[in-house]
């Protein structure tokens, strides 16, 4: 029998919760599209060169570790400035730190419109503009959950999550066709032209609207205070499922971050593979290791919005979702390794499907791993959980780079890159075991449903 006395003991915030009812806004799918624009728009910008390593040799005189070390300030700054970031966001908000960071990418990207065709000094403007674009990856790492939790409710949540963290993925899809197409087609400089045209468009979507967070919110837990930052940190560091998961993320999405930029020299063209995006047969298209590279990231992102409709209808199932997306993508990363070695067919159709499958189960993961970071730290801002998640896939995509900077192995011994292979799928094994270990924890949905739980209780007894 209810307690006469229910609305006296319950909490007084609740009782505000009652007086203000949760909603959802039509407006949080913009704020979510212009993250997700941002995102995009950075991953293009930090692959350029990349994509046209011969023209950019060409026109400016860039070499093979001027464009490693272009793509390798991604991580390097990341992993510099993640705990100065984290405090930024905690203390400034969510809209403030993605308009600053929509405006930053469109000076990085315009400043490397200066740089004159020939080998000069003038290249500085590359390496400044991509720290500036490095530096936007703070935003796109760590914001996704922190968008998801104040804009959204709980059923759509990882959704939320997969849309703006898969966005990196699709960025590099239409980095590795789309740039070496309009820069064969007009010309390099037009190339970076349109970058910095897309890149203030970002910037001006995002100074037009995006609010800190909706008038009302959509869920009990959405405007709840938050930890203090560094309290937040030592509850992260202490915090042995999230350690075990958190790692498990970073070793698994890092490798295959990595692992991308060693793959035209494992599939390099005395192996029947070219880098070549204007095709005429299917044969071509299998041989293209930058259709390759596209489809793959495609097919992720086809993976991960697909994982996170599934979460949000399993909600309290994030680990074994986990378990069973790392697990297959494991299989097909070592199918992918005895295909390369030709231990199985080693035709080009099944190193292709071999390796869109390893990605599209492994990027499914990527928004399980946020959301459940989230959930096992609450209530830890998401942003300091997220960014301690990414922290750990740049280290671990900053390893291959590194290994490719001392010129380990090169175009010249394509024997020592195959052998990555093998650490790519053993990198795989490690993680899942990682997760094995990894205890769920749903405290944000156990503090909504008990919320949720007293407020129609409270309206029983005063209704």
Known sequence: ???????????????????????????????????ALLAIQQNVAWMTFGTIPDESYKHFGLSDDDITLLAAYGPIVFIVLIIPAMWFLDRFGLNFTVIISAWVLAIGSTIRCFVPDGHSWWIILFHIGHIMIAFVGLAIMMCPPRLSSVWFPPKQRAFATAVTTLAESMGITIAFLALPYITK?????????????????????????????????????????????????????????????????????????????????????????????????????????????????????????????????????????????LGISTAFGLYFSLAVYGYISGSAVNIFMGLCLQYFFTFATTPLYYEAAVEVTYPVPEGSSAGILAVLSNIGSLLFQVVAFMHIFSNAHPEKARAMVWAFSSLGALSWLFLAFYREQYKRLDLDDEMVKQVSQWKEVNY
């Open 1 to 35: 029998e209810r307690s006469p006395d229910l609305c006296v003991a319950m909490d007084v915030e609740v009782v505000s919760h009652l007086l203000k009812p949760f909603k959802v806004y039509p407006g949080r799918f913009y704020v979510l599209a212009v993250l």
């Open 185 to 325: 087609k007009y010309s390099i400089h037009t190339m970076l032209y349109i970058q910095a045209e897309m890149s203030i468009c970002v910037a001006v979507l995002a100074t037009i609207y995006f609010p800190p967070k909706p008038s009302t919110p959509p869920s009990p837990t959405a405007d709840q205070e938050r930890v203090p930052f560094l309290k937040s940190m030592k509850l992260l560091l202490t915090n042995v499922p999230f350690l075990f998961l958190a790692i498990s993320g970073g070793i698994s999405t890092g490798s295959n971050m990595g692992f991308s930029s060693v793959l035209p020299i494992i599939l390099n063209p005395t192996s029947g593979f070219t880098n070549n995006v204007g095709i005429s047969s299917w044969s071509q298209f299998f041989h293209s290791n930058a259709w390759l590279g596209a489809i793959s990231a495609f097919v992720g992102v086809i993976g991960g919005q697909l994982a996170g409709i599934i979460a949000d209808r399993f909600q309290r199932k994030l680990k074994l979702l986990l378990i069973i997306l």
